[in-house]
């Protein structure tokens, strides 16, 4: 019986602690494609305190923040939100990531 009772209390505090975490934003890099739908993670853009500061780049998108803009094949489709972000991003010209 108390067996029963560990589980069902775990059952009803999981969905909670996963709901509130936010995903390693150091290891959002590389080819990023927007999208409208299904998108892996959703993001804000903000003008300050934001989670990731972005660096578009053309090529060797190979370190954190560094986002190369494709339409096919990317390795994380964004949706761009005005609420409820997975986190926020501020478009950067130099040292990108986390903050």
């Not at 059952?11 to 996963?18: E, F, G, R």
């Not at 190369?68 to 997975?86: A, G, W």
């Amino acid at each position: 019986m108390i067996g029963f009772r560990c589980w069902v209390a775990l059952l009803l505090i999981a969905p909670v602690t996963l709901a509130d975490s936010k995903p390693d934003v150091a290891t959002i890099y590389g080819r990023i494609q927007f999208v409208t739908s299904f998108p892996d993670f959703k993001v804000k853009v903000v003008d300050s305190f934001a989670d990731l500061h972005v660096q578009v780049v053309e090529s060797f998108p190979d370190k954190p923040g560094r986002w190369q803009m494709v339409e096919s094949f990317p390795d994380y489709k964004i949706q761009i939100v005005e609420s409820f972000p997975d986190f926020t991003i501020k478009y950067v010209e130099s040292f990108p990531g986390p903050r």
